[in-house]
């Protein structure tokens, strides 16, 4: 049997970071889908149906809070693995995102490309994310 490949949604509006994260996640075994703005997010996660989401913050249209807090009040998406990927490093904003239902928050200036590779793995795989997984539909 086939194990399908982890669906990672990218939400991010500065297109060479998401193409970056794209290829080298391609690379790493994941199916990739990236969403430009934070109004289409949601429409996005419905449609593409992600193992987990990587959210920027400071989005056009709207903010990625808003779109957190839209995730995690859908039923369809509330399951959903959150990792707010941000510029934004202050504490006030982890806390925010934290509240609002992030499962993990990253800054963009902070990690590496194979950190982040194995920041995914580890969220894919906890107990919780194999749980949300069984719920999917």
Known sequence: ??????????VDDD?????LYRMRLEMEGFEISVI??????VDGILEFKPDLVLLDLMLPKMSGFD???LIRHTP???KVRVLVFSAL??????????????DDYE???????????AKLHELLTSPQAKANNTQKG
């Open 1 to 10: 049997m086939i194990k399908p490949k982890p669906r990672v949604l990218i």
């Open 36 to 41: 430009a703005d934070g109004e289409h997010a």
């Open 107 to 117: 800054v963009k200036s902070e990690i590496s490309l194979a950190d982040m590779v």
């Open 76 to 78: 369809a998406t509330s």
């Open 89 to 102: 490093g202050d504490l006030d904003d982890r806390k925010r995102a934290a509240t609002l239902g992030a």
């Open 67 to 69: 779109v957190l807090k």
């Open 15 to 19: 297109e060479v970071l998401a193409d």
